[in-house]
C-alpha cells in the first residue's frame, strides 16, 4: 500500500468516472457477497460508488446482521410457482408497455474461420439449452403476476444461410443487416423460445454465427458462458466425447427465488 501515491484520496474516486459500469457493479457486488458474507444492494453501491462508500455499507450491513450466517443460494423445487428475479420483473413490465418496440433484445455475431460441422453445432446447441434452464424459460401472467415457466425440452432451429461468392465488404455488409433484423425481431415472452440462433455460410471454412436472446434470460456478463459452454459442447460433439464442463448446482430459477 505504500507504494500507492495519494491512497487516501483514491478511497473517494468514482468508480463510475473511472469507466465502471452497471455489469461490473453487478459483478462488485457478488463478490463483496463472499468476501464479507453480507449483501449489499446494488442500489448503495450506485449511491456511493467509492471503496470510502462501499466500506460503510459492508459496515452497516454487518451490524444490521442477526446472525452469524448470510443465506446461500440453494436449489428449490420446481414443481412450484417460481418467482421472476427483480431485473427480470422490470424487464417484463416494460415490454407489457412497450408492445411496439423491441429495445431488449442482444443480438451477437461470431465470425467463425475454419472447418466447421454443422451437425455437431446443431446438437451442441440442443445441449446447450438442455444444460442451461433459462434458456427454455419463458414468462406468463398468474393471477396478475408473471411467473417463470420452465420447459422440459426446449429445441432451437439453426437455419442456414447460403452467401457463396461474396466479397469481403459484401460478408461485413450482410453481417450487420443480419444483426440489424435480430435486433428488431419481436420476441413472445409468453411463447418462446427467447433464443434465436442463425448461421451464415460463406464458404466451407468462413462461416457467421448469430445468436439473439432477450434480455430476460441474457445480459453481457452471462455471454462468457453460453460462448465458452457453446464451444465445449460443440467440441465434445464433434468429437464424439462428453464435454467437460462441470455440473451447475443452481440455476438462475434459483437464484430469483433466492433474491
Do not use: M
Amino acid at each position: 500500500l505504500s507504494r500507492i501515491p495519494d491512497l487516501n484520496r483514491r478511497i473517494h474516486d468514482n468508480f463510475f468516472d473511472l469507466g465502471g459500469h452497471s455489469l461490473l457493479a453487478t459483478r462488485i457486488v457478488s463478490r463483496l457477497r463472499d468476501a464479507f458474507e453480507v449483501d449489499i444492494p446494488l442500489r448503495a453501491f450506485f449511491d456511493s460508488p467509492t471503496i470510502a462508500g462501499v466500506a460503510d455499507a459492508i459496515a452497516t450491513a454487518r451490524r444490521g446482521r442477526t446472525n452469524t450466517e448470510t443465506v446461500g443460494i440453494t436449489h428449490v423445487a420446481r414443481d412450484g410457482v417460481l418467482p421472476l428475479s427483480h431485473a427480470q420483473e422490470r424487464f417484463w413490465v416494460l415490454d407489457q408497455i412497450h408492445t411496439d418496440q423491441n429495445v431488449f433484445n442482444l443480438p451477437s455475431t461470431f465470425r467463425l474461420i475454419g472447418p466447421l460441422q454443422v451437425g455437431p453445432l446443431r446438437q451442441s446447441v440442443d445441449d446447450l439449452v438442455d444444460r442451461h434452464e433459462i434458456l427454455r424459460t419463458t414468462f406468463s401472467s398468474i393471477d396478475g403476476e408473471p411467473r417463470q415457466i420452465i420447459a422440459d425440452k426446449l429445441s432451437v432451429e439453426v437455419p442456414i444461410r447460403e452467401c457463396l461468392g461474396l466479397s469481403e465488404a459484401e460478408r461485413a455488409a450482410l453481417i450487420r443487416e443480419v444483426f440489424l433484423e435480430e435486433r428488431g425481431f419481436r420476441f413472445e415472452l409468453a411463447q418462446g423460445p427467447l433464443l434465436r440462433v442463425r448461421l451464415l455460410r460463406f464458404s466451407d471454412d468462413d462461416h457467421c454465427l448469430v445468436l439473439n436472446l432477450h434480455h430476460t434470460i441474457h445480459d453481457a456478463w452471462s455471454l462468457e458462458v453460453v460462448v465458452r459452454d457453446l464451444v465445449a459442447l460443440y467440441e465434445a460433439a464433434r468429437t464424439g466425447h462428453e464435454p467437460e464442463l462441470p455440473a451447475l448446482r443452481v440455476q438462475y430459477a434459483d437464484y430469483a427465488h433466492w433474491q
